[in-house]
């Protein structure tokens, strides 16, 4: 029955681990310090360092990371106890300096999931430290206590229940790029009249099924699964890319069978599905060579080129005889199958450079990761995290607000535990950030979620204390079974449990300590109170609102953001192919900020899905409106490499110019006002309708290109009409984006 129930509730085991590991290392630790070396300080904080270093933090990945990753927590509590006791004797300091850390440790999770999911642990020792006013001289002994707890700490890591490698994104994206793999291929067979129908359409599904698994391993964590590492940053990047471009196979997807299968373009579409292949081998067994990952991209890359020669050979036909309007439409019909192939064979090239970036720096040796030498075409770690933590400052940044947050309300809990000599002004710090949220409705769900939990711990361990009294041999027998408990009630229970878990082993930890009976249970509900009135008045104070207007705002600066840098991408691919124009730079400035507007949404989404309480608009809808970001921001990307690099040859193309800029302009205006509706609760704006003649237009602004025997120009006009087709897939994108906006809009606008 237990085996079924821990089955249902702690899956992998992950709290079970977590929670064994602590309650046989840190009573014995404790012991150690109080009886064999009777020092009560570096007994205090072996006891504490333990819980935080082996119950407040499991990094992931292999066995060498974690050591590395839980070392350098060990050596940051360290710097940060330091500072907690030399700020401890001075009220003022106390605050100040626990605010400012708390925002450092806080904001620091925007650069890295590693870095968040420790930044209770690195709180704590802090909290420890302030909340006990010493002087210098107690730092040795606190060090002592805390580095010893570490040191242990690596032992268990790695020798008592070794935690298995995971990474489901990494995982999830080798599944997916298999599945969409398999379903290029029976796309293919499926033209040629090799599988029926219900075979293409079971591996489409399927493909579905592997994508939306891995955004939900995506999404699952409160923090973007990304440490500092460079293969983790390459593989996260996989996640928008596997997610477009099956939304992109979508839209080729479900056809009928031809009657004459496009022979270039299937073959595109094996080259591509061999890359798929490829990628997803050099993400599970990364220590390979890449060469097959690199000749798989090369036979891409010459798959379109012949698929492109073919077009070009069929264009002169097209523009032989008829109307102005039969002309078009024969252009526009040659040249879709070669668009649809160009975005298929774009999305594939860059996931399959994303896995060679990750693979090769999996690859690296122990001296080059420590001079920090990155594989050709990603940057390092310090401009990569720069790059990150300017993403979220912004006034639209909800990392960036709960940060700011978290920091007043510890900054003060200090202050008012100090002014007001609460006796154990540790835990109404620690009351403060265990009960906040990112409204203030939510934060006052939990001060009452916290203080009934205390309360029935109080209860219990205050019936346990007073049964057994002074009776050392039995408190000392129940402190290993209460740590568990302590440990697994939170992930397994839920937080009331864990609250009323940790109050029970804190009652038998300090009647340890210094006995004092039932009394410390009623100390622990005054000051979870305490911090807790903190944490509400904080969280009226700033930004009530919640995750569901701040989700409104950051949806709207991506969609604001990626239409811009998609105009820009446009403009430049302007200035390169009217040399009569004046020139264009690559849009670096739009780019850099449309991805820093996506990782502040991507942030935002996390929290509001880890928001409690019911969420008022269905979450496809929400899903949507996120997915569709992606859309536009790599339609930009595919512009940009359409025309990047690129020589033109002479000639004046301002009425192709003139048309793709007006396209442009609609675009931008519509997403502008669509963004301007998530925030003001505003009508959504109608899908912009289909332009029939602005297909005739450029086809006749770019005709004397198209027309020209030599190849270098005809291509020239191709590319134009692929940046006129890259326009409209995003005009497109308004008709799936206009329904769930509706729907979701009495939830995020405000």
């Not at 203030?440 to 001060?447: F, H, K, N, R």
């Not at 040399?579 to 507007?597: I, K, N």
């Not at 237009?697 to 198209?706: E, G, Q, S």
Request: proline share 5%; charged share 15%; net charge neutral.
């Amino acid at each position: 029955m237990l085996r079924e129930w821990l089955a249902t509730h702690d899956p992998a085991h992950a709290a079970l681990r977590r929670a064994v590991r602590a309650a046989i290392i840190m009573p014995g630790l404790f012991a150690f310090g109080d009886k064999a070396l009777g020092e009560p300080v570096i007994a205090t904080f072996m006891a504490f360092g333990s819980f935080a270093m082996l119950l407040l933090v499991d990094f992931p990945g292999p066995v060498r990371d974690r050591l590395r990753d839980q070392a350098a927590l060990v050596l940051a509590c360290g710097v940060l106890i330091c500072l907690g006791t030399l700020a401890s004797r001075s009220t003022a300091a106390a605050a100040i300096v626990m605010a400012l850390v708390a925002f450092a440790v806080l904001f620091s999770g925007s650069v890295s999931s590693v870095l968040a999911g420790a930044s209770t642990a690195l709180l704590l020792a802090f909290i420890l430290a302030v909340s006990l006013p010493a002087g210098a001289a107690a730092i040795p002994d606190r060090l002592a206590g805390w580095g010893i707890a570490g040191c242990v700490s690596l032992f268990a890591i790695a020798l008592l229940w070794p935690a298995p490698v995971r990474n489901p994104v990494r995982g999830g994206a080798v599944e997916a790029c298999r599945a969409l793999a398999a379903r290029l291929r029976a796309e293919v067979a499926f033209a040629n009249g090799e599988v029926a129908a219900e075979e293409r359409n079971l591996l489409a599904v399927r493909a579905q099924e592997a994508v939306g698994q891995l955004q939900h391993a995506f999404f699952a964590t409160p923090y973007r699964p990304s440490g500092l590492s460079t293969d983790a940053r390459a593989v996260v990047r996989l996640v928008d890319e596997l997610r477009w471009l099956n939304d992109v196979i979508l839209l080729a997807g479900s056809e009928p069978r031809p009657a004459h299968a496009n022979q270039e373009v299937c073959a595109l579409k094996v080259a591509a599905a061999e890359v798929l292949e490829r990628a997803a081998g050099a993400i599970e067994h990364p220590g390979d060579s890449d060469e097959p990952l690199a000749g798989a991209i090369t036979k891409l890359h010459d798959a379109l080129e012949q698929l492109e020669r073919a077009t070009l050979g069929r264009l002169p036909t097209a523009l032989a005889d008829g109307s102005s309007a039969q002309r078009a439409a024969r252009i526009v019909s040659a040249l879709d199958p070669s668009f649809r192939s160009q975005e298929l064979a774009f999305i594939a090239a860059q996931i399959g450079a994303n896995a060679r970036f990750a693979a090769a720096a999996a690859r690296r040796g122990f001296r080059e990761r420590l001079l920090g030498r990155q594989p050709e075409g990603l940057q390092g770690p310090l401009s990569s995290a720069g790059e990150r933590a300017a993403s979220f400052a912004s006034g639209d940044s909800l990392f960036l607000r709960n940060s700011l947050r978290g920091a007043v309300a510890l900054g003060v809990a200090v202050l008012v535990a100090d002014i007001g000599s609460v006796e154990h002004a540790f835990w109404v710090a620690l009351g403060a950030i265990s009960v906040l949220r990112t409204n203030a409705l939510s934060t006052g769900q939990s001060i009452l979620r916290a203080l009934a939990g205390t309360a029935i711990g109080f209860v219990i361990g205050g019936a346990l204390v007073y049964a057994i009294g002074t009776n050392d041999g039995v408190l000392w027998a129940l402190l290993p079974i209460v740590v568990l408990m302590a440990g697994m009630a939170p992930a397994v229970i839920g937080f009331a449990a864990g609250q009323a878990s940790f109050t029970v082993a804190l009652l038998i930890l300090f009647n340890l300590i210094a006995p004092a009976g039932w009394k410390i249970g009623l100390v622990r509900i005054e000051d979870v109170a305490i911090g807790g009135a903190v944490s509400l008045a904080v969280g009226l104070l700033f930004w009530p609102r919640g995750a569901g207007a701040a989700l409104g705002r950051a949806l709207a600066s991506a969609y604001r953001s990626s239409a811009v840098y998609l105009a820009a991408t446009v403009n430049y691919g302007l200035g390169c192919c009217d040399p009569t124009g004046p020139p264009s730079l690559p849009p670096r400035r739009e780019a850099l900020e449309a991805a820093a507007a996506s990782r502040r949404l991507d942030d935002t989404f996390r929290g509001y899905l880890n928001e409690r309480g019911s969420k008022p608009a269905p979450l496809a809808a929400i899903t949507a409106l996120v997915t569709g970001v992606t859309g536009v921001r790599l339609a930009g990307d595919a512009v940009l490499a359409l025309w990047d690099g690129s020589s033109v040859p002479a000639g004046d193309r301002s009425a192709a110019r003139g048309e793709l800029a007006a396209a442009s302009g609609r675009l931008t205006d519509w997403y502008s006002r669509f963004a301007l509706s998530l925030v003001r609760a505003e009508e959504v704006p109608a899908a912009l309708p289909v332009d029939e003649a602005a297909d005739g237009r450029l086809v006749a602004a770019t005709a004397r290109d198209l027309g020209e025997p030599d190849a270098h120009g005809a291509a020239t006009g191709v590319r134009v009409i692929w940046t006129g087709d890259h326009l409209d897939a995003a005009r497109r994108l308004q008709e799936l984006l206009v329904a769930p906006a509706r729907e979701a809009l009495g939830a995020i606008a405000g």
